[in-house]
C-alpha cells in the first residue's frame, strides 16, 4: 500500500508558475510508473505527464510549460507548471502504478486545485 500526499496548488495569474509536490508514503524505487492526471469541472480526467524509468511523457497541451522530475531519496515527484493559462486550471491528481508478477496496483493522491485566473 502506497499513500500519496499532495501539495503545492493553488490560485495564480496567467503566465504565472507552480510547483505541484507528490509525496509517496514508502520507497518509490519500485514504482514502475508515477505521474499526474488532472480533471477540470465537466470534463474527463486528462494524463497530464508521467515518468517511468528514464522516459518521460507529456499531454501535447502542457508540452514545453510542464516539467515532470523525480526524487527517490525523497520518495516524491515534482511537476513544475510554467506559463500557465486559464485552461489549465483543474484538480491535479498524482498516481504511482507497481506492476509485478501477479500485480497491476495504481495509487492516487487526494488531488489539489490549481485555478489560473486574473
Known amino acids: 500500500q502506497v499513500q500519496l500526499v499532495e501539495s503545492g496548488g493553488g490560485l495564480v495569474q496567467p503566465g504565472g508558475s507552480l510547483r505541484l509536490s507528490c509525496a509517496a508514503s514508502?520507497?518509490?524505487?519500485?514504482?514502475?510508473?508515477m505521474g499526474w492526471y488532472r480533471q477540470a469541472p465537466g470534463k474527463e480526467r486528462e494524463l497530464v505527464a508521467r515518468i517511468s524509468g528514464f522516459s518521460t511523457d507529456y499531454a501535447d497541451s502542457v508540452k514545453g510549460r510542464f516539467t515532470l522530475s523525480k526524487d527517490n531519496a525523497k520518495s516524491t515527484v515534482y511537476l513544475q507548471l510554467n506559463s500557465l493559462k486559464p485552461e489549465d486550471t483543474a484538480v491535479y491528481y498524482c498516481?504511482?502504478?507497481?506492476?509485478?508478477?501477479?500485480?497491476?496496483?495504481?495509487?492516487w493522491g487526494q488531488g489539489t486545485q490549481v485555478t489560473v485566473s486574473s
Open positions: 514508502a520507497s518509490i524505487f519500485s514504482v514502475n510508473v
Open positions: 498516481f504511482a502504478r507497481i506492476t509485478g508478477p501477479g500485480r497491476d496496483d495504481t495509487y
